[in-house]
């Protein structure tokens, strides 16, 4: 007998009225065999993990917050509106949530006068009524800006067309967001500025001010948000993630010695699984010490960290399934085992909890023209060896710290 894929299945489940929390171990029942779910025991293989229980105090979310950790993931809010199992999914997996898109200026601003918030609502309302936590991402970024910026934005208007929006963004949310993504990436050291900021539209028409301005803004419009600034490239162990990770906190240095409001920096943590010579180390490896030593700085500032866009990618690796699974599994651990020693470390959110959706493979892919497999279940809904893997490293991990 065929088995219910897990997206027919949740649906199923649903209409049985079975609530996803359980649907994760009830495939072959629903199936038309009753079955019990097998003993827990180490799965390695995703073709291991198919009667494991994922879901309640066996999901990511919970095994999170045994740890001091929230888990979450960026939602895809089309596919949050069409797609139950997808909703059923990041309910039964996640304490918070951050709009992939939704949240942006691009998604924000239709035009210079008006905001459409419908997506940016909906998730709203969507982590409410699951009692999750909510991220907002991001209120300044050199990228997505909608099209009439460009055209609009002058040295002369910058500034309140910043303010402007980021009052608005941030106002309507005001104390129910639990971060924002204040700035994003604005650091860009192959650009040549001592200071290492990415020659933005921003820094252009504001000067280097506007990433003060934006979180004394942003910390006026909702008091309670944790205010974040985020990046990538802080993570590997190179001269270049060294430069980075340089100019990075020689930023935060000034802008906490100038007291600019700020809580946390969130580390995007977008890494690859490349199968080395020795075909173990997988690309977490080649993180380490230098990461180690940016966090410590980070927490000396008296800020917390978060791992916000975690996923793995695995395009420089062979074709086989179980064998790019074990070595995405493989970074999984080591990376999170890594950055989950240091307790300033409170929050993982993968980009995506699904690798039906992932924005990895849209641009520069596999050569093999495969979807991805970065993140911890299959396209169709199926738990992989990455989620035991994080689920493994958030066990390892003392509860450090307990969620403010
Ligand atoms: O919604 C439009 C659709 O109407 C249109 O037909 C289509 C084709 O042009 O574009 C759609 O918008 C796309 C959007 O994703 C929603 O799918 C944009 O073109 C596309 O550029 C956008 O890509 C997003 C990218 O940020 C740029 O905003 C990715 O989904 C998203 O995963 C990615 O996320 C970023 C973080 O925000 C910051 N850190 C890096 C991370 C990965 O790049």
Redesign the pocket.
């Known amino acids: 007998m065929r088995r219910a894929s897990r997206r027919e299945f949740l649906g199923t489940a649903a209409r049985l009225g079975v609530g996803a929390a359980t649907a994760t171990v009830l495939p072959l029942a629903v199936a038309g065999r009753a079955c019990a779910a097998k003993p827990r025991r180490a799965a390695s293989t995703s073709a291991d993990v198919k009667t494991e229980s994922v879901a309640g105090d066996s999901s990511l979310g919970a095994h999170g917050a045994a740890h001091g950790l929230l888990y979450g993931c960026?939602v895809?809010m089309?596919a949050l509106g069409a797609d139950a199992a997808y909703a059923a999914l990041v309910r039964e997996q996640c304490r918070i949530v951050v709009a992939?898109?939704a949240m942006?200026w691009?998604?924000l601003r239709p035009s210079a006068e008006g905001f459409n918030f419908d997506q940016a609502d909906a998730l709203v309302a969507f982590a409410e009524a699951n009692r999750m936590k909510i991220r907002g991402?991001?209120l300044v970024?050199h990228?997505?800006n909608p099209k009439w910026f460009d055209a609009t934005a002058t040295k002369e208007n910058a500034r309140g067309l910043l303010v402007t929006h980021i009052e608005t963004v941030a106002g309507r949310y005001a104390g129910r967001m639990h971060s924002w993504?204040v700035v994003?990436?604005a650091i860009d050291v192959a650009g040549g500025r001592a200071d290492g900021l990415r020659n933005s539209v921003w820094l252009r028409l504001i000067d280097e001010d506007y990433i003060e301005l934006a979180f004394k803004t942003a910390r006026e419009a909702d008091p309670q948000a944790l205010l974040t600034y985020?990046d990538?490239g802080i993570e590997p162990e190179t001269h270049a993630g060294e430069q980075k990770r340089e100019a990075v906190i020689e930023m935060l240095r000034r802008m906490v010695a100038r007291r600019v409001p700020l809580d946390a920096v969130g580390v995007?943590s977008?890494i690859a699984a490349a199968v080395s010579t020795d075909g173990n180390k997988s690309a977490a490896s080649q993180v380490g010490a230098g990461l180690m030593r940016f966090i410590a700085a980070v927490r000396e500032l008296g800020l917390q960290v978060f791992v916000?866009?975690m996923d793995v990618n695995d395009r420089a690796l062979a074709a086989d399934e179980p064998g790019r699974d074990a070595a995405v599994a493989a970074a999984y651990r080591q990376y999170l085992e890594m950055v989950l020693g240091d307790p300033a470390v409170r929050l993982v959110l993968t980009?995506?909890i699904t690798d039906r959706y992932?924005?990895?493979g849209?641009e520069d892919g596999r050569a093999d023209g495969k979807l991805e497999r970065p993140l911890p279940f299959d396209a169709e809904g199926k738990a992989k060896a990455a989620f035991f893997a994080m689920r493994g490293a958030f066990d390892q991990r003392e509860a450090a710290v307990s969620h403010g």
Request: glycine letters at 8%; proline letters at 0%; charged letters at 20%.
């Open positions: 960026a895809n089309n992939e898109n942006k691009g998604a991402h991001n970024w990228q997505n993504d994003n990436e985020n990538y995007q977008h916000t866009e980009w995506g992932t924005w990895l849209h």
